[in-house]
């Protein structure tokens, strides 16, 4: 069964960093991309930035030039290294697989459980 865990949030103040990961497990043959998006109370998810197997990446304007995506395609895992945070980052961040070829055949939109990340001010 495959499955998409992500883990590193918490608690930062500020100014400080964070950086969350994803790994994703099971009989994998393949992911293209792989994406990072924040939800919180009354709002939509957003995409926060994503990353395809060749390297490009793209980012929310509010996160340009803070945070940064990268995968470590032999391990199927995605980073997420979040830097100056701001209070505004406070949110849930949920990993997203949108297709993966396994040994079962090629599945959807897989999403972690999320994690929760904290800034104070």
């Known amino acids: 069964q495959v499955q998409v865990v992500e883990s590193g949030g918490g608690l930062v103040q500020a100014g400080g960093s964070l950086r969350l990961s994803c790994a994703a497990s099971?009989?994998?043959?393949?992911?293209?991309?792989m994406g990072w998006y924040r939800q919180v109370p009354g709002k939509q998810r957003e995409l926060v930035a994503g990353?395809?197997?060749?390297?490009?990446?793209n980012y929310a304007d509010s996160v340009k030039g803070r945070f940064t995506i990268s995968r470590d395609n032999a391990k199927n895992t995605v980073y997420l290294q979040m830097n100056s945070l701001k209070p505004e980052d406070t949110g849930i961040y949920y990993c997203?697989?949108?297709?993966?070829?396994?040994?079962?055949?090629?599945?959807?939109?897989?999403w972690g459980q999320g994690t929760q990340v904290t800034v104070s001010s």
């Open positions: 099971g009989s994998i043959f393949s992911i293209n991309a």
């Open positions: 997203n697989v949108p297709r993966i070829t396994t040994a079962q055949g090629i599945l959807y939109d897989l």
């Open positions: 990353i395809i197997s060749g390297g490009t990446t």
